[in-house]
């Protein structure tokens, strides 16, 4: 059973940082990537950072230059570095792992509020 816990959310100011981490245990067989998804409140799922277990990263627009992601996908880890933050960065954020089957794992989710 793979399990993923994220940690490190919280109410942050507008242009703030905040670091999230998250640790997955469980085996996980032909494992492609590490991910962080966000839902804002009334807003579809979004994929925000990709780590793949060759190390490419990739981001969506709306974070580029912003965020970061880093870790160490043999160590199940993953970690998001989130800087200049706007209210609008505002949602639940999600650790995720995948494998080239086409499974994904999720997180139970970390509230992340940007606000003054």
């Known amino acids: 059973q793979v399990h993923l816990v994220e940690s490190g959310g919280g109410l942050v100011q507008p242009g703030g940082s905040l670091r999230l981490f998250c640790a997955a245990s469980?085996?996980?067989?032909?494992?492609?990537?590490m991910d962080w998804y966000r839902q804002a409140p009334g807003k579809e799922r979004e994929l925000v950072a990709t780590i793949t277990t060759g190390g490419i990263t990739n981001y969506a627009d709306s974070v580029k230059g912003r965020f970061t992601i880093s870790g160490d996908t043999a160590r199940n880890t993953v970690d998001l570095q989130m800087t200049s933050l706007k209210p609008e960065d505002t949602a639940v954020y999600y650790c995720?792992?995948?494998?080239?089957?086409?499974?994904?794992?999720w997180g139970k989710g970390t509230l992340v509020t940007v606000s003054s």
């Open positions: 995720t792992t995948s494998n080239y089957y086409g499974l994904t794992y």
């Open positions: 469980g085996i996980i067989s032909s494992k492609k990537s």
